[in-house]
């Protein structure tokens, strides 16, 4: 099993940042990692994801320019940094892990509890 523990989320301004963290522990593997993220009353969407040695990151459309994926292998952890927030980024932020490299929740084997960001006008 591997437990994912994501950190780092909190109130901002439009306009500002936060970085969000995954720490990763348990029976890690070469897996890719990805963000997602839910809204209240939306479905879990899709952010980013970094593929295992960071060498192919895939961004949804609505973060592309302003959200960065990377990764530290040897801390077993992945980082979310999100400039030029929007209200609309408010929700729900989830790390998640997958042996395969994807943009579909389905796929993906194993789940953090989420981390709330809150994007005030």
């Known amino acids: 099993q591997v437990q994912l523990v994501e950190s780092g989320g909190g109130l901002v301004q439009a306009g500002g940042s936060l970085r969000l963290s995954c720490a990763a522990s348990?029976?890690?593997?070469?897996?890719?990692m990805g963000w997602f993220r839910q809204a209240p009353g939306k479905e879990r969407e899709f952010v980013a994801a970094?593929?295992?040695?960071?060498?192919?990151?895939y961004y949804a459309d609505s973060v592309k320019g302003r959200f960065t994926i990377s990764r530290d292998n040897a801390e077993n952890s992945a980082y979310l940094q999100m400039k030029s927030l929007k209200p609309e980024d408010t929700a729900v932020y989830y790390c998640?892990?997958?042996?395969?490299?994807?943009?579909?929740?389905?796929?993906?084997?194993?789940w953090g509890q989420g981390t709330q960001v809150t994007v005030s006008s």
């Open positions: 970094i593929s295992w040695r960071g060498g192919s990151t």
């Open positions: 348990g029976r890690t593997f070469k897996n890719t």
């Open positions: 998640a892990a997958t042996h395969g490299y994807s943009a579909y929740a389905a796929e993906y084997d194993y």
